[in-house]
């Protein structure tokens, strides 16, 4: 083979095998009244992507941003007099060849008005925008309030959408930096409706034990803390000096 032929067959090789990745992003000035009395609740957010394949394909690929706004509104259901505002949007368009992948991330600040200003929505309203199965897997839902664990310390975060091997959730890092993150299941904590999982594990959320923990070689040792998260594989616990996660088949006894 020559010397040109190669070069062309490794260079297409390299480009079909090279990424890259593109961000844009918008953020609103706010709506309200400099004279409007409001306090900020919260942070919402809203997460879509679509994956294609040479062009092609993309499940409402056409009402991506529409998709991102209503998973906004069920990430964080607004109660009468509360609003969004401050929004941000960020995409992220990476390529992979011959794939591509579109995500858009919408983040807004919860605020609440004063009772002088009554906001609502109505049944019909609500349904349509928010019309959507809610997807779960291994006992984790989307849209949920869950934990992660990092570097001895649990960050509050919340389940935005659920993968076929992981779960894409929104936090806040050890850096205090807004993240949209891919993590494993196992790498997740539930800290709310646990009955069905507290009752297969037989721990409950706040209990406080001295677990006896077996090692890979047959010997044990023994942790005491508090369970401050759950998940189908391991429990999330709080000692004394920090957070450490501990996996199910690896307690002996605990008392």
């Keep these: 083979m020559t010397t040109v032929p190669r070069i062309i067959i490794f260079g297409s090789l390299f480009f079909l095998l090279s990424s890259c990745a593109f961000h844009s992003g918008m953020i609103s000035s706010s709506q309200l009244s400099s004279k409007t009395f409001y306090q900020y609740e919260g942070i919402s957010v ?6 294609y394949f040479l062009g092609i394909g993309g499940l409402r690929k056409d009402a991506l941003l529409n998709d991102a706004k209503r998973n906004l509104y069920l990430s964080y259901p607004l109660k009468p007099n509360q609003v969004f505002d401050n929004l941000t949007l960020d995409t992220k368009s990476t390529y992979i060849l011959p794939f591509s992948k579109v995500e858009m991330i919408l983040v807004a600040d919860v605020v609440e008005l004063d009772s002088g200003h009554q ?3 109505r049944d019909g309203y609500r349904k349509v925008l928010t019309q959507s199965a809610t997807s779960s897997k291994d006992y984790l839902f989307n849209y949920e309030p869950v934990l992660l664990l990092e570097n001895g310390k649990a960050y509050r975060g919340r389940v935005v959408s659920i993968n076929r091997g992981n779960a894409t959730v929104f936090y806040v890092n050890s850096e205090g930096l807004i993240r949209v993150g891919n ?14 999982l507290q009752t297969k594990i037989g721990v409950e959320l706040g209990e406080e034990w001295n677990f006896s ?7 044990s040792y023994n942790l ?4 401050i998260g759950i998940n189908s594989a391991r429990l999330l616990i709080e000692t004394q000096a920090e957070v450490q996660s501990i996996r199910l088949d690896e307690i002996g006894s605990k008392n």
Excluded at 46 to 51: D, L
Excluded at 183 to 196: G, T
Aim: aromatic letters at 8%; zero cysteines; hydrophobic letters at 30%.
């Design 46 to 51: 809203g997460y879509a992507k679509a994956t």
């Design 224 to 227: 005491r803390g508090k369970v």
């Design 183 to 196: 993590k494993r299941y196992n790498d997740v904590y539930k800290i709310s409706n646990l009955e069905s």
């Design 213 to 219: 923990l077996l090692r890979s070689n047959k010997s």
């Design 119 to 121: 906001i609502s929505m």
